[in-house]
């Protein structure tokens, strides 16, 4: 394993308030890293630390073995993809692909913008204005514009955000591809579940500070390491009852030694969830095969579940 970037033991507070908390990880080369969390859990500022925007109370940021955590920005190649892209408007998008080629001095400029633009399918589109092109193409040329400089590190912050939901879809399986045509290492910050299942090599749920767990998507939502990933990850989150943590589908419905009674019904392309309430005032949500009446009470079995020391 060859590590890109590690953080060690590295804590930022702002006042009184501690919004990195002793946190430490490695990533791999070639790798793609999804940071998921609600908001307000330090997804962005831990981005700021490893660009060095911002500077970590204590640890240490290592940049393919070398320690940057008191270097500037433009001494430790990377590059930054923002929610907002963070074009420049007066120019035209073959001007701001080009803009940091220029800053650097570096040689063969327009050949260089050319490929770039031609691997992200925008080279019709160079010589236009940003304020003329789609919010897609526009997110394209903030990719460009990270990309035509060669870094050594990519670290997005909520790139797609902005998108609507057919585009968001399709940038998703683009953004992979180039990622994995590139062989180059992403940092992707994002607070959508259906992002980090697309995109993420391995995600790392941010939670109070610090990751709550590291793994593939697809084991944080069938085998949370705590209550709170049990209840944070998922369309739906998962059900309780006393120690017992259930996923909707984790059930067998008609009988069983559980009851619920039905407040509401709900189809998600042909599939219902149905919710409700134990005996117990457990509230819950299981997945059914049909739509249930609001009070009607059914009996189901808990089929598989994930023992929790305490619920949440």
């Known amino acids: 394993m060859v590590v890109k970037l590690e953080l060690r033991n590295v804590t930022k507070s702002y006042g009184k308030t501690k919004v990195i908390n002793d946190l430490s990880i490695s990533i791999e080369a070639g790798e793609f890293f999804v940071v998921l969390g609600p908001s307000g859990t330090g997804k962005s500022t831990l981005l700021k630390l490893i660009v060095g925007i911002e500077q970590p109370d204590s640890g240490k940021i290592l940049i393919d073995g070398k320690d940057v955590t008191r270097l500037p920005p433009n001494k430790r190649n990377l590059a930054m993809v923002f929610q907002n892209y963070a074009l420049y408007p007066n120019m035209t998008v073959y001007q701001n692909i080009a803009f940091p080629l220029k800053m650097h001095r570096i040689r063969n400029i327009p050949e260089k913008v050319r490929s770039i633009a031609d691997k992200l399918n ?22 460009a514009r990270a990309i035509v400089r060669n870094p050594t590190l990519f670290l997005l912050d909520e790139p797609l955000s902005n998108l609507d939901a057919r585009v968001r879809y399709s940038a998703r399986g683009e953004l992979k591809k180039l990622q994995q045509d590139l062989h180059q290492t992403f940092v992707f910050v994002t607070h959508d579940q259906k992002e980090a299942e697309a995109l993420g090599d391995r995600v790392g749920v941010l939670h109070q500070g610090t990751f709550e767990q590291i793994s593939s998507y697809n084991d944080l939502y069938n085998d949370p390491k705590t209550p709170w990933i049990g209840d944070f990850v998922g369309d739906y989150p998962m059900n309780f009852v006393g120690s017992k943590g259930f996923r909707p589908e984790w059930v067998e419905l008609g009988q069983g030694e559980y009851k619920l009674e039905i407040d509401s019904s709900e189809n998600v392309g042909g599939i219902y969830f149905i919710h409700g309430k134990t005996d117990d005032g457990e509230s819950l949500i299981l997945k059914a095969d049909r739509r249930y009446k609001i009070g009607e009470q059914i009996r189901f079995s808990i089929s598989k579940f994930k023992q929790f020391e305490a619920s949440v």
């Open 122 to 143: 925008i080279g019709e589109i160079l010589s236009k204005k940003v304020t003329q092109i789609s919010g897609g193409q526009q997110q394209r040329v903030a990719l």
